[in-house]
């Protein structure tokens, strides 16, 4: 009989060895590809040295934030509407809003194409109102509505998860004292709520700070983190500035992540 | 007594949800200012419908009415209908101290700051929290938490306080002497009070009077004494403490047992059975006893001693007594009954609302 | 609860309907013309499955790779995942807790880092980085941590120890006791992480497009190449045949997920 923990040592090993060889190591490489290049660990410091990936840095944050309060705000309404309340056609109103959430970035891409590109939605119907089309799919703004397709139906759901958990009795503490419908919403609701928006809050950020497929479908040449990391690296093969602005990215999403967790005090779900 | 405190009328008062099942059925109700009334019964009854009508958390289906003194309410929300609502679970705010929790009703009422948080602090010290101000609603026991709530539901000076099963969530002694706390600031406060309980002790103790509910219906109202002595149907007799019910053999004023005989009250109906409680039956000689009957099991609960004795033909009584004694099973005992405590169940109504027999 | 719907209820269920038009109307767009003739003349052009046609011929080839990734990274989350959310959730430690975090990193950091880092330590490696294997390993340790946490979330919920110990009581040895109870108690988090895993990998992106090489391409490199130089038709076709293969995937996830029950018709379930 062997004995149980190195039953236990067995059984994680082949999960730990495929993270290592293929996630840990390629990562040790990538830090040290970073500082390997002719600027050398300074490669680290380009990201605010350097203008150029300064206001790179600088577009995607405000981006993130921006796409990020958005998305909880719409999302936080829509959810907690859905949970709330029973209607024929609620189940699928459901569906239907959770339905893209298993959408990749340039399907997403697709999408904001299909409403604000040179064919799209807005385009047509600005035109035939205005006499003249509105086009801004390819832009930062046409980002921002891409990143707020995907994270709507993700923190639709987790919204809806936490309205469902809030104990109920608390609101009917609040209006029995007198409070009415925004200052229940104020005092219970939200800070009820609190946790998960900062965890759905932070996934929604990370994620927009990473993503790549929607900016890529969108246009190489819009100014977000990813996509100059992406061309650093196949356009100019300067492979040190992209492994250190990609480290640098890394950093900032997985502190977002965990500055969040300690935050919500509970566990933030990684962010897909 | 509270110049605040409301009298509560339920006019027509019925609420079925929309799943169709009927909650409470259609209930007229007074309730004097100042008094403490319990709902009382087995969950489902439909005590917190009830109370949940008066609070304004559930409307009452069309044509009840609410009413607080002259003042009609019914189609105003809780928000406006200045209670105090005390839950069972609680329902303290998280997110802030127990003094904020208490001076929240005055802080959305626009009361100042410093003034609320005076109000608030004199609440706390009515209820022996004057130092746990600051504390977080998780650092604070049970009973603690407990008292937060009334004193939160109280700082508004509501017209009519509401407690929804207020003590269920703690343990039996802690429950014991909250509730003489509650007793003694209900009593000195004047209060209308309305109460919901599943626990008959709470309600006696509590209740200047009890409403006990069954099936969505008040079964009875009344003192406490009313309820436990005089119990009006079949219902409220087996709920309410424990009830002996034997069944013989009626001759005029003497029902004959397969034990003996007992003595009825006089002009008691035509039934062929009797009600009793157990602490009213007397443990006496085999030879001297009305009844007489075997042991079949006694269990020592300290202050007394409950003996279950078959008086053969499947029927068997429980006996109450404070004999220090101890019965063994097989041993013949002699029973005593009173005329005068004994229910005649023609005088009842059955659960269903029928005379019985 | 309020009894009538009140000027609130409309005005939120309009909002959450517009929020649920600007989810779905590109979809349905798109849809339309995949199907039309002539996306600039609209449906009137007639309906056709030309183009679904064009895609399914000229892109079998990237249907299948991704078809062979997701069940080959489905495998290989069940080997690796599943002994591994047994040890987080039999011995929570401060070690296996460090585990966790680890794991968990591939998500929490952009896919086009990994992806960058893998290219950088294996790029070399000719022979492996032309193959599906080099995009395989990105979506293992992408989605691994995914079938982790879902079988760890049942797992933790279930009393390992009384249950292991039962069956030991009763002889059953350790692979017994893994294989007879252990697995068969967690296999909704099992089924629901594999659902998760085959929905990522089929959709995945960031790390496949720098992974991938002319002779290895997914559905989503083949959408991106489809948006970026053929007409528009083609890639909404496209589109139309991710969707399909998708939306299966989605239904089992959402119904496995089981939607939350009804929030508080009624409180405290009288």
């Known amino acids: 009989m062997t004995s149980p923990s190195i039953r236990l040592g067995v059984l994680a090993l082949p999960a730990l060895v495929v993270f290592v060889a293929f996630w840990l190591l390629p990562m040790a490489r990538l830090v040290a590809v970073g500082a390997g290049g002719p600027r050398g660990v300074a490669a680290y410091a380009a990201i605010v040295t350097d203008a150029n990936y300064l206001s790179s840095l600088v577009s995607t944050v405000v981006l993130s934030i921006v796409v990020t309060f958005a998305t909880l705000v719409v999302s936080g309404i829509a959810g907690m509407f859905l949970q709330r309340n029973r209607f024929p056609g609620r189940g699928l109103l459901v569906s239907l809003l959770t339905f893209p959430l298993a959408f990749p970035g340039v399907v997403v891409g697709f999408m904001v194409i299909m409403l604000a590109g040179r064919q799209g939605l807005i385009g047509s119907v600005t035109d035939a109102l205005f006499g003249s089309k509105l086009v801004f799919a390819y832009s930062i703004a046409g980002l921002f509505l891409g990143y707020l397709y995907f994270s709507i139906p993700r923190v639709i759901l987790t919204v809806m998860a936490a309205v469902e958990k809030l104990d109920g009795a608390l609101e009917e503490a609040a209006r029995s004292l007198g409070a009415n419908g925004w200052q229940v919403l104020r005092d219970v609701i939200i800070p009820g709520l609190r946790p998960a928006l900062i965890s759905a809050g932070a996934i929604c950020f990370a994620t927009s700070m990473g993503a790549f497929g929607t900016a890529f479908t969108l246009a190489t040449n819009i100014n977000v983190l990813p996509i100059t990391i992406y061309t650093e690296f196949t356009n100019y093969a300067n492979f040190s500035i992209a492994a250190a602005l990609s480290i640098v990215l890394g950093i900032i999403t997985w502190a977002a992540l965990a500055f969040a967790r300690t935050l919500a005090g509970s566990t933030v779900a990684a962010a897909a | ?357 | 609860m309020m009894d009538r719907r009140s000027p609130r209820f409309y005005a939120q269920l309009a909002f959450t309907l517009v929020v649920c038009a600007f989810l779905v109307v590109p979809v349905v767009m798109s849809v339309l013309a995949g199907l039309s003739q002539n996306y600039f003349i609209g449906v009137k052009s007639g309906l056709t499955l030309r183009w679904i046609g064009v895609v399914l011929s000229s892109y079998s080839g990237s249907i299948g790779l991704s078809l062979q990734i997701a069940l080959a990274c489905l495998a290989a989350t069940l080997v690796l995942g599943v002994p591994m959310a047994y040890v987080l959730a039999r011995h929570p430690s401060r070690v296996t807790r460090l585990f966790e975090e680890l794991l968990v990193l591939p998500v929490a950091v952009p896919g086009l880092a990994t992806a960058l880092a893998l290219i950088l330590l294996y790029g070399e490696w000719r022979g492996f980085r032309a193959s599906w294997l080099f995009i395989l390993v990105g979506h293992v340790v992408f989605t691994l941590p995914f079938m982790v946490r879902s079988v760890l979330a049942v797992m933790a919920a279930m009393d390992l120890v009384t249950l292991e110990e039962a069956a030991a009581s009763l002889g059953a040895g350790f692979a017994k006791r893994f294989f007879g109870v252990i697995v068969p108690n967690a296999r909704y988090g099992i089924l629901a992480g594999a659902l998760m895993v085959v929905t990522l990998s089929v959709g995945e992106f960031n790390i496949t497009w720098m992974l991938h090489t002319p002779l290895t391409k997914t559905i989503p490199v083949g959408l991106a190449d489809s948006y970026a130089s053929l007409r528009l038709e083609i890639g909404s076709a496209y589109t139309i045949v991710f969707f399909v293969m998708i939306v299966p995937l989605l239904v089992a996830m959402q119904w496995f997920a089981r939607e939350p029950t009804p929030a508080r018709p009624r409180l405290h379930g009288r």
């Open chain 2, 1 to 357: 007594m509270d110049d605040n405190a409301a009298s509560v009328r339920l006019a027509g008062c019925a609420k079925t949800f929309p799943d169709g099942t009927q909650a409470l059925k259609p209930l007229d109700l007074d309730i004097a200012a100042g008094e403490t009334i319990v709902f009382l019964g087995p969950s489902g009854c439909g005590k917190t419908t009830l109370l949940r009508i008066i609070a304004g958390l559930t409307a009452p289906d069309l044509g009840g009415r609410v009413y607080f003194g002259d003042d009609e309410v019914t189609a105003r929300p809780i928000e406006r209908r200045n209670v105090g609502m005390v839950f069972q679970s609680y329902a303290l705010f998280p997110n802030m101290s127990v003094l904020d929790n208490v001076a929240y009703g005055l802080r959305v009422r626009g009361v100042a700051g410093a003034e609320r948080r005076a109000q608030a602090q004199r609440l706390l010290e009515m209820m022996q929290l004057g130092a746990f101000g600051e504390r977080r609603i998780d650092q604070l026991s049970g009973g603690q938490r407990q008292r937060v709530a009334l004193a939160r539901a109280l700082a508004v000076k509501p017209r009519v306080l509401l407690l929804d099963e207020p003590l269920t969530a703690l343990d039996a002694k802690l429950r014991e002497s909250l509730r003489v706390e509650i007793d003694r600031l209900l009593r000195s406060l004047g209060i209308t009070s309305v109460y919901v309980t599943h626990d008959q002790g709470e309600a006696m103790a509590l209740g200047d009077r009890i409403a006990v509910m069954s099936h969505g219906r008040v079964e009875q109202i009344g003192t406490p004494q009313d309820i436990y002595y005089r119990p009006a149907s079949a219902f409220v007799a087996d709920f309410i403490g424990t009830m002996n019910r034997v069944t013989g053999t009626r001759e005029n004023a003497v029902l004959r047992l397969p034990g003996g005989a007992l003595t009825l009250p006089s002009h008691a109906p035509a039934s062929e059975h009797a009600l009793f409680r157990p602490e009213d039956v007397r443990i006496v000689e085999p030879a001297r006893g009305a009844l007489r009957g075997t042991v079949v099991s006694a269990f020592f609960l300290g202050n007394l001693t409950r003996v279950v004795v078959d008086l053969g033909g499947a029927q068997s009584v429980i006996v109450d007594t404070l004999l220090r004694r101890s019965f063994a099973k097989g041993e013949a005992v002699g029973l005593d009954v009173d005329a005068s405590s004994i229910l005649v169940p023609g005088a009842l109504r059955n659960a269903a609302g029928e005379r019985a027999d």
